[in-house]
């Protein structure tokens, strides 16, 4: 898949709707259309990388700037005193079904471990 065809670059873009809860110049996230937690977000960099897999090592600073963002969204969200999870899936056996890299923040329930 392009960026072209990718549906979270056009969340990304402004072409397609998305329940926005953080942005910056770097970072977007929003509200997972079908979630598993009370809260379920979706936190992308704007650029686009298909998976964890296409990373560069001048994706250094970025990789930490998402990982910075998403502690400031914990907090936005409440969720540092009762915990919540980050979770990147990758390829088949990952799970993953969106081929632009995102981390599922889930919050809002005591999750079970492991995962399904
Ligand atoms: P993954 O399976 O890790 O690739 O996760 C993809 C996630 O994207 C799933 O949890 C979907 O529910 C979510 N998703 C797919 N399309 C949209 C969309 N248009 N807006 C928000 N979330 C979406
Ligand atoms: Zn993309």
Redesign the pocket.
């Known amino acids: 898949m392009t960026a072209k065809d990718c549906?979270f670059c056009q969340?990304a873009q402004g072409k397609?709707d998305?329940k926005k809860v953080y942005e910056d110049e770097h970072v977007l996230a929003?509200?997972?259309?079908?979630p598993q937690a009370p809260i379920h977000l979706?936190v992308i960099p704007k650029k686009h990388i298909s998976s964890l897999l296409e990373l560069q090592p001048e994706d250094e600073k970025l990789v930490a700037h998402l990982l910075l963002s998403m502690k400031k969204i914990a907090r936005q969200f409440n969720l540092e005193e009762k915990g919540f999870r980050v979770v990147n899936?990758i390829g088949e056996d990952g799970?993953?079904?969106?081929f632009h890299i995102?981390f599922?923040l889930l919050g809002g329930r005591n999750l079970t471990w492991p995962p399904g």
């Open positions: 549906i969340i397609m998305a929003f509200e997972d259309i079908s979706l899936n799970g993953q079904t969106v995102h599922h």
